[in-house]
């Protein structure tokens, strides 16, 4: 028998769930699409930061010039599976692309439009579904081992963000575990996650009135009577879908006519479990390409980017590397309590695809966020929801939409 549904929303991560209930709570009838919850996905895995300052694509002029040397070297913060190497050539031109100086400073702009009410967004969203102690607003910050590692901070001020240059002595005043470093810089209004899969959970009890049928989606349809969504264990056709499946939203919008120059960065992260951790802040060595995260109980080691598909098993390497780094900047760490590896969905221009299909107002693109899947989810759902509802957007759709490429 086949199930019927106003909207259909594919995906249970961070921004499927936050889509969902957006569109939930504004009277729709909504049923979500993903198969069982096992919190070892991006939106459990990441560094647990809400990255207002993440304004600068991964794709720059500096990241072109060294891209020989970030992808072989084995030690690189941006690192490629050499097995994937053919199949990743036609992403890898496109990114080069990306990183020319004009490309680089729209998708910056681009970038930034998004991150700008999305710590709010977080705080009204984190009050509605009684989450509001996962939120701390300690700030978060860079840090430079060496002073040739100090950043140029004039293109974040001028994209709209807050930050401090802050001297070897202030960084350690902030942070006691970082004395005898060589500086860093202040980002004041960020705020933290205490932990993402509790946050998650909270989001998930939020949409219990929320039908959710857990199956994967093998196939997706149009016609004129709707979309018909099809898989093992799954028969549903639904007016409406959004297409909020991260890594995998690929096929699906191929499916749907659309094509998205999507990929799969792989993220790693360590635990330390602690009884007193040794950092209040989120805190990036740059040169590392990584964050430490203090979390409940433990600090987590998270970041990264290796580029290798699906389907490709963990590098242990990359665990090594990030392991040994994070000792020589707190050389007292414990024994690694847990590791995890897990897939982000990137674009080249770094800008999720957002929008309408091309078919059609039937799909609603809602992914492709990559390291901002986290902070963009509750902007995303008010997209969503004003795409939906045809209300006038809260922002400029066109950089996001599926038509760009």
């Not at 769930?17 to 919190?39: F, I, K, N, S, T």
């Not at 084995?74 to 994937?84: F, K, M, N, Q, T």
């Not at 053919?86 to 991150?115: D, H, K, M, V, Y």
């Not at 964050?291 to 390497?317: K, N, S």
Request: aromatic share 6%; with cysteine; hydrophobic share 45%.
């Amino acid at each position: 028998m086949q199930a019927q549904a106003e909207i259909a929303v594919i995906g249970a991560g961070v921004v499927g769930l936050a889509c969902a209930l957006r569109l939930h709570h504004a009277g729709h009838d909504v049923v979500l699409v993903a198969p069982e919850d096992e919190e070892t996905g991006a939106s459990y895995g990441n560094a647990g930061v809400i990255a207002d300052y993440a304004v600068m694509p991964v794709g720059t002029p500096d990241v072109l010039r060294d891209l020989p040397r970030l992808l072989f070297d084995r030690d690189s913060p941006l690192a490629i599976r050499h097995a994937a190497m053919a199949t990743l050539a036609p992403w890898l031109l496109r990114f080069a692309r990306e990183c020319l100086p004009g490309r680089a400073r729209a998708n910056a702009q681009a970038i930034a439009a998004l991150l700008a009410p999305a710590a709010q967004m977080w705080r009204d969203l984190a009050t509605e579904i009684g989450a509001r102690d996962q939120l701390k607003a300690h700030g978060s910050l860079y840090l430079y081992e060496t002073p040739d590692q100090a950043l140029d901070l004039a293109q974040h001020r001028a994209l709209g963000v807050n930050v401090e240059a802050l001297s070897g002595d202030e960084l350690g005043q902030l942070e006691p575990a970082l004395r005898g470093q060589a500086g860093g810089a202040f980002f004041p209004d960020t705020l933290t996650v205490n932990d993402p899969a509790t946050l998650l959970r909270a989001l998930r009890a939020a949409l219990a009135d929320v039908p959710r049928l857990h199956a994967r989606v093998e196939r997706l349809e149009r016609s004129t009577q709707g979309i018909t969504l099809s898989g093992p264990g799954l028969n549903l056709r639904a007016a409406r879908v959004v297409l909020a499946a991260g890594a995998w939203s690929k096929r699906l919008a191929a499916m749907a006519g659309d094509k998205v120059p999507l990929d799969t960065e792989r993220g790693y992260h360590l635990e330390y479990d602690s009884l007193e951790n040794p950092l209040t802040r989120q805190t990036s060595p740059v040169a590392r390409g990584w964050y430490f995260c203090p979390m409940q109980g433990r600090l987590r080691v998270a970041g990264t980017v290796e580029l290798g598909r699906l389907t490709a098993p963990p590098a242990p390497h990359r665990w090594a590397v990030m392991d040994r780094g994070a000792r020589a900047i707190l050389p007292d760490l414990p024994a690694p309590s847990r590791r995890w590896m897990g897939f982000r969905p990137s674009i080249p221009d770094s800008r999720p695809v957002i929008g309408l299909s091309r078919g059609g107002a039937d799909v609603i693109h809602a992914y492709g966020h990559g390291h901002l899947g986290l902070t963009l989810a509750p902007v995303t759902a008010q997209m969503v929801l004003n795409l939906i509802n045809g209300r006038g957007p809260i922002l400029d759709p066109a950089p996001y939409r599926v038509d760009r490429f």
